[in-house]
């Protein structure tokens, strides 16, 4: 398949039927500099409606290719002759949850499909890989801005996170000459309310938990600036780094907050449709972000703030304002009370006794139990007296609520020496042995002795750190943050030292953990 490009790129996009794909693939056919966009769609009744569509909209300026991303084949047919390739594709919960399978082939397998796929072209692109806030884990108030560099501890049981964080990985580790990462944050676009509303997904968001959204719209928005400054030659020290996409203060909230804004588009809120004993209390994902301002500076994408957004979707979907004439005690019992049974529901593991994920959302039936299922006795951070100085980025520094990350973070990657290297790995609990170039595999030894190789940019900036003992499945972050200080000063803010469990797998695919109290491990499918 030739360029047909001869006077503008061509850009190779995958996840195009997603809802920031569809964004960035709209957006990016506005601008003058792009010829024409080529695009991966899987082999699937719903995209043969949505080629036929692009096709009639767009004409010869999209390009289809047919095929999954983990087929090496599709992914040369797509990057052939490409410019620029941004790699969107993800399987996200709750499917992953349901499917892990299907979130292994596309969010790991098929980043590795592509990166071979660009590696092997005459004249490599340049490669945009779309990664994922997930890869950070769990945060609560103790710590809850983050930034690149921060350690990555994907929250227990979490599939997507877990296979996103060995796709991410091989960007790094591959060796591709021209790459940039982007680590979406929670997303906000106009099927919000449904798709949460068909899952036990929703009650896994702690009321507490920091959450920074951005708009699908300026997602699509800042994959299009991206495209237009680097065409223009205006960004070139952005490639080979590490980024994350945040919406900014506007996009600044609580899981509490998110539920009040979604549900009063339909005459609600948090505590007229929710109980505070309905939502798990930790192994979620969610952060506010420190560093959100590099890409903005850059692109200037953050427009739509959260309360204007849920206007947005409010708008969409008129349905939603027919509802605020319904009783909230009616919405509740018909559309939310029947979702706490579904099996991926927080309470449902509790009647059924699934130890595994109860001690790894909870911290154990006990924990659970003891939660208020009245408000007035539940602490809720977005109505604390410190909650503004909280989400405030001016305060986090002097207020302790930065994670170290075990050298002088604030240097440049090109002053990096071996100091810095070996202050890093001190800091998670092993020798720095040799290296040098940030984008080159050092040696390095963990806390038991043992050696791994990986670039010290994957160390230093990715917080990546031992991938054959410290990537899950298993989950063993218990264990690890005994021996690493680099996981344990935020392991801690949501576990106790004393828990010493390991998460996993088990043969037929279900939730199991050996709590690590002598007993035998438990588990639930």
């Not at 920074?212 to 070139?236: K, N, P, Q, T």
């Not at 008129?318 to 919405?331: E, G, Q």
Request: charged share 25%.
């Amino acid at each position: 398949m030739e360029n047909p490009a001869k006077h503008g790129l061509l850009v190779a996009m995958t996840g195009t039927s997603g809802n920031m794909g569809r964004e960035a693939l709209r957006q990016t056919l506005e601008s003058d500099c792009v010829a024409a966009v080529r695009v991966l769609l899987t082999k699937r009744p719903k995209n043969d409606k949505l080629a036929e569509k692009l096709r009639r909209e767009y004409g010869g300026r999209v390009q289809i290719v047919r095929g999954n991303v983990d087929d090496d084949a599709a992914c040369a047919a797509l990057v052939q002759g490409a410019d620029l390739v941004v790699h969107m594709a993800a399987v996200i919960p709750p499917r992953s949850d349901s499917d892990p399978q299907a979130s292994l082939r596309c969010n790991d397998l098929g980043t590795k499909s592509l990166v071979r796929a660009v590696l092997a072209m005459p004249k490599q692109a340049k490669f945009v890989h779309v990664s994922t806030m997930a890869l950070y884990g769990n945060r609560n108030e103790k710590h809850p801005w983050g930034r690149v560099g921060d350690p990555l501890l994907p929250s227990v049981f979490d599939a997507y996170a877990m296979h996103k964080l060995r796709g991410e990985f091989a960007v790094l580790e591959s060796g591709l000459q021209c790459w940039a990462v982007l680590r979406q944050t929670a997303m906000l676009h106009p099927n919000m309310l449904k798709d949460n509303m068909s899952d036990g997904l929703m009650y896994h968001t702690p009321f507490n938990t920091p959450l920074e959204w951005v708009s699908s719209r300026d997602s699509g928005y800042l994959i299009r600036h991206l495209i237009e400054r680097d065409a223009a030659g205006e960004i070139d020290g952005f490639w080979k780094q590490i980024y994350n996409i945040g919406g900014g203060a506007a996009g600044r909230v609580t899981g509490y907050d998110t539920f009040e804004d979604g549900f009063s588009i339909i005459g609600g809120g948090t505590e007229k449709f929710f109980r505070p004993d309905w939502c798990a209390t930790r192994n979620f994902h969610g952060l506010w972000f420190y560093d959100s301002d590099r890409l903005e500076s850059l692109f200037h994408y953050q427009r739509d703030g959260v309360k204007e957004y849920w206007k947005a979707i409010a708008d969409c979907h008129k349905i939603y304002r027919a509802a605020k004439v319904v009783p909230s005690k009616l919405i509740a019992a018909v559309a939310l009370k029947p979702l706490l049974h579904h099996p991926n529901s927080p309470r449902q593991w509790l009647n059924d006794g699934d130890s595994a994920r109860v001690l790894a959302y909870f911290g154990g039936k006990e924990a659970a139990d003891a939660l208020p299922d009245r408000w007035d006795a539940f602490p809720l951070l977005a109505k604390s007296e410190r909650y503004d100085r909280l989400r405030d980025p001016a305060h986090a520094a002097e207020d302790g609520l930065l994670l170290s990350h075990g050298y002088e973070d604030s240097k440049a990657v090109s002053g990096w020496t071996e100091e810095d290297y070996r202050s890093a790995a001190a800091f998670r609990g092993g020798k720095f042995l040799s290296g040098g170039d940030p984008y080159a595999p050092a040696l390095w030894e963990n806390h038991a002795g043992q050696t791994f190789a990986m670039t010290p940019y994957a160390v230093l900036k990715g917080g990546f750190w031992d991938p054959e003992r410290t990537f899950p499945s298993p989950w063993d972050f218990d264990r690890l943050a005994k021996h690493i200080p680099y996981y344990a000063q935020v392991w801690y803010d949501s576990h106790s030292p004393e828990e010493n469990a390991r998460y996993y797998y088990d043969e037929q695919g279900g939730c199991a953990v050996d709590p690590g109290d002598g007993t035998e491990a438990e588990k639930a499918s």
